[in-house]
C-alpha cells in the first residue's frame, strides 16, 4: 500500500486552507474583539467586586468601632448612674440621721422643760403645802408678805440641796 495521490484529498486540503483564510479575515477579528471584551469586562467585574469588598470591609471595621465606642459610653452612663445613685443614697441617709439626731436633741431638750417645769411646780407646791403646815403649826394666820418670804426662803434651800 502506498501513498496514493487523490485529487480529492487535495481539493479538501485547499478548501481547508481557504477556509481557514476565509475565517482569520473574516470571522478571527470580531471573535477576538468579542472575546478580548468579555475578558476584559470579566476582568472590571472581578476588580469591581474586590474594591466593593475591601470597602465593605472599611464599613464593617468602621461599624465595629462605633459599636465598641457605643458600649463604652454606655457602660460609662451605667457606671455614672450608678455613682449618682450611691451618692444620692448616702446623701439620704446622712438626712436622715441629721434629722434623727435633730428630733433627739429636740426630744432631750422638750423633756428637759418639762422635768424643769414639772420641779418648778413641785416646789410651788411643796412650798405652798410647807406654808400651811407651817401655819397649822404656829396656829396663826400670816399675811402674804411673810408668806411670800418664806416661799423663797424654801425654794432657796430646796435649789441648794440638789
Known amino acids: 500500500m502506498g501513498l496514493e495521490f487523490n485529487a480529492t484529498i487535495l ?3 485547499v478548501d481547508f486552507v481557504i ?7 473574516v470571522v478571527y477579528k470580531p ?5 478580548s471584551a468579555r475578558s476584559e469586562h470579566i476582568a472590571n467585574n472581578i476588580s469591581a467586586a474586590e474594591k466593593e469588598r475591601q470597602e ?5 471595621a468602621g461599624y465595629e468601632a462605633e459599636m ?5 459610653q454606655a457602660q460609662e452612663i451605667i457606671q455614672k448612674a450608678a455613682k449618682t445613685g450611691e451618692d444620692q443614697a448616702a446623701e439620704i441617709v446622712e438626712k436622715a440621721k441629721g434629722e434623727a439626731t435633730r428630733l433627739k436633741d429636740s426630744a ?4 428637759e422643760r418639762e422635768k424643769q417645769r414639772a420641779v418648778a ?3 410651788e407646791q411643796l412650798a405652798s403645802l410647807s406654808v400651811l403646815v407651817a401655819g397649822k403649826i404656829i ?8 408668806q411670800h418670804s418664806m416661799i423663797e426662803n424654801f425654794i432657796k434651800e430646796a435649789g441648794e440641796l440638789q
Do not use: G, P, S, T
Not at 432631750?108 to 423633756?111: D, F, G, N, S, T
Open 108 to 111: 432631750l431638750a422638750e423633756i
Open 19 to 25: 477556509l481557514l483564510i476565509f475565517l482569520r479575515l
Open 56 to 60: 465593605a470591609e472599611q464599613l464593617k
Open 31 to 35: 471573535l477576538v474583539k468579542v472575546l
Open 11 to 13: 481539493a479538501q486540503i
Open 121 to 123: 411646780e413641785l416646789r
Open 139 to 146: 396656829n396663826r394666820r400670816m399675811d402674804d408678805e411673810i
Open 68 to 72: 465598641r465606642l457605643a458600649r463604652e
